[in-house]
């Protein structure tokens, strides 16, 4: 199980294809993780741009790919975000919470959440 974590791979392929080499035969990878909605997009970062789940699975020797958006995960986020920003509180972690609130939203539907699943042959 990996939880938002392959886009800092450099590149996430090899995280996926490190994956594959420790599983068994018949072990199963389940991951999370964001994708660019338009990769070209130069608001999305360069590791998230470099993230395609349902391409680099298969090309790590992984089977029955499944790659499901989760919107419903995806909205909870934007709440989250949203009532960070909206605090009234001075403590700098919650001013520091703000900023990258402020620069999530910002971005915000330029991203989507996945959920994926695999089979290592």
């Known amino acids: 199980m990996c939880v938002d974590a392959v886009q800092f791979a450099e590149p996430p392929l090899a ?9 068994t035969p018949g072990g199963r ?6 994708e660019a ?5 130069d608001r ?13 699975l298969a090309r790590a020797g992984f089977t029955d790919v499944e790659v ?13 975000w949203e009532q ?16 990258e609130g402020r620069r999530s939203l910002d971005t915000f539907d330029s991203l989507r959440r996945v959920f994926a699943t695999a089979t290592a042959p």
């Not at 990878?29 to 964001?34: K, N």
């Not at 909605?37 to 997009?41: E, G, I, M, R, Y």
């Open 15 to 23: 995280a996926l294809t490190e994956f594959r080499r420790v599983l």
């Open 29 to 34: 990878l389940a991951l999370t993780c964001w």
């Open 37 to 41: 909605v338009d990769p070209a997009d």
């Open 44 to 56: 999305v970062p360069v590791r998230i741009q470099a993230v395609d789940l349902r391409r680099d």
């Open 68 to 80: 499901h958006e989760r919107p419903v995960w995806r909205q909870a986020e934007r709440d989250l």
């Open 84 to 99: 960070a920003v909206a605090a009234i509180d001075p403590d700098p972690a919650v001013l520091s919470l703000q900023e």
